[in-house]
């Protein structure tokens, strides 16, 4: 569980695989290794850098509100630090948005960018959803709190298959039991990261390859947020799931792992 000093915090990394560095990036509540079923896939061809953000797993948590630019730049220092001039980048929800700030603040860095179930902005609906995620971390158990999580983020079909519902429970399990649980504070400057996030009006001068990725039954960044940040974005490329949600590239998982891989390996 390597750590390095960037940004003005230590901050936990992990890697498998060997080749061209690929930069994983996680979203709200989730530590990097949510990754290895991706990343068993992907290092058969790509260093799979999976990252604990600022505020959860072993990275430093430090109090107060965390923004999308800030985490862009732990990850640019990060990449600094390992000695990767530049490197490809996935990121999902929470993480999509500190990758289109990586691309936006420290483009040299960034090669080519999947934004998985991204927005560019958040509208009434995506900050009350954020701000009662707060308040349900601070009321429920850690259990209790991962279901409603997953009830959020997951299709019904997913719900009815005997096999994922039992994933969602060991899930629920893992979060209540973790090594290293994520304070409120640090779920609250995450948080802040994502409501506040807009950079709608720079989308337009991004230079990378992108490709925007989601479910079309999104109900947590639903399937407009998607397609607003790709229709800004120059010659984005783009692919949404049916009867998938926030959680697609769990619920079309063999697919998924496929696709970006091949649109990784062709930018």
Not at 209 to 217: E, F, N, Q, S, T
Request: aromatic share 10%.
């Amino acid at each position: 569980m390597p750590l390095v000093e960037t940004n003005g915090i230590q901050m936990n990394y992990e890697e498998r695989g060997t080749g061209e560095p690929l930069i994983l990036i996680m979203g709200i509540t989730a530590p990097g290794a949510v990754w290895e079923a991706h990343a068993d896939h992907w290092s058969s061809n790509y260093r799979c850098i999976m990252v604990d953000n600022r505020g959860i797993g072993l990275t430093d948590k430090p109090e107060g509100d965390y923004s999308s630019a800030m985490m862009a730049d732990d990850y640019a220092g990060l990449m600094d630090a390992l000695g990767i001039e530049s490197a490809k980048v996935v990121g999902v929800s929470m993480g999509s948005i500190i990758a289109q700030q990586l691309c936006l603040r420290h483009a040299s860095k960034v090669k080519s960018a999947v934004l998985m179930c991204p927005w560019a902005r958040c509208d009434r609906y995506a900050a009350s959803i954020f701000e009662h995620m707060k308040a349900c971390f601070a009321h429920l158990s850690p259990a209790q709190f991962m279901e409603w999580i997953q009830l959020l983020i997951f299709t019904k079909p997913f719900w009815d298959n005997d096999e994922a519902l039992a994933s969602l429970l060991e899930g629920r399990h893992g979060f209540a039991h973790g090594p290293a649980p994520q304070p409120l504070h640090g779920l609250e400057g995450q948080a802040a990261a994502c409501i506040n996030h807009d950079v709608y009006d720079q989308l337009g001068t991004m230079i990378q390859p992108c490709l925007v990725i989601g479910g079309k039954d999104d109900i947590f960044t639903p399937l407009w947020m998607g397609q607003e940040v790709a229709g800004a974005i120059p010659n984005c490329d783009t692919y949404f799931y049916n009867d998938a949600g926030h959680a697609f590239h769990f619920e079309k998982m063999d697919d998924f792992n496929s696709r970006v891989f091949e649109w990784l390996n062709a930018h």
